[in-house]
């Protein structure tokens, strides 16, 4: 297996142009997460969806962000409009029966609003 | 409450030593502890986990210890090696819950030649 498939692996973008981050996780894991991961705030848990249903969003910082998962092999994060703060590494994870088997992560796509 | 937190912010430690990072917590409900290791470019990996029924875990060279009493546990890299240089993070969960993981802040560790 390729693992988790993320597209662009770097994106430099003007503020207030529309991003949007792929990714596609492995093939039989019923679970994805969306991460974003900066030096001040480490870690962070933007969505969460099981079996192509957004679970928990509360992670998504403001209206700006939205996350879609049309099948099980595909899912978007869109940033619009984009801000110079959300500048940060996003990562897509994916998962096949909780916790104890582990995230397995992509390699990110690292955001740069100018 | 919910935060885990996570020491030292960097490390240095010379090859074939042992490397140690700690973690601690407050909520008890906390039930599942993983240590994820985190190369440049690359996204986290889990590399050991561990529940509150056992003090501790090892793997290969690599060793949790839980003290379920202090609320701590750490994961300890025996014989250090250049390959394991990497950020580490340790995180929780808690019971019940099958995805949401609370993060530490993450570990710089150089294992230097």
Not at chain 1, 103 to 108: A, D, E, K, L
Not at chain 2, 60 to 66: A, E, L, V
Not at chain 2, 74 to 97: E, N, R
Request: with cysteine; glycine share 8%.
């Amino acid at each position: 297996d390729a693992g988790v498939i993320q597209s662009p692996r770097h994106e430099v973008t003007e503020m207030g142009q529309e991003v949007t981050l792929r990714c596609k996780p492995i093939s039989g894991h019923n679970s994805l997460f969306w991460y974003r991961q900066t030096m001040m705030r480490g870690l962070e848990l933007l969505i969460y969806f099981n079996n192509n249903v957004p679970i928990d969003d509360s992670g998504m910082p403001e209206d700006r962000f939205s996350a879609k998962m049309p099948n099980a092999s595909f899912s978007t994060l869109k940033i619009q409009p984009s801000e110079p703060r959300d500048s940060a590494v996003y990562f897509c994870a994916s998962n096949e029966q909780g916790l104890d088997y582990g995230y397995t992560f992509g390699s990110g796509t690292r955001l740069t609003v100018v | 409450q919910q935060q885990v937190k996570q020491s030292p912010q960097s490390l240095i430690v010379q090859k074939g030593g042992i490397s140690i990072i700690n973690c601690a917590y407050e909520n008890t409900a906390f039930d599942y502890f993983p240590w994820y290791q985190q190369f440049p470019g690359k996204g986290p990996a889990l590399l050991i986990a561990i529940r509150p029924d056992v003090s501790e875990k090892k793997e290969g060279r690599f060793t949790i210890s839980f003290n379920k009493s202090a609320k701590q546990f750490s994961l300890h890299i025996m014989d250090s090696q250049p390959g394991d240089s990497a950020t580490y993070f340790c995180a929780a969960s808690t019971a019940g819950s099958n995805y949401q993981l609370i993060w530490g802040a993450g570990t710089k560790l150089i294992i230097k030649p």
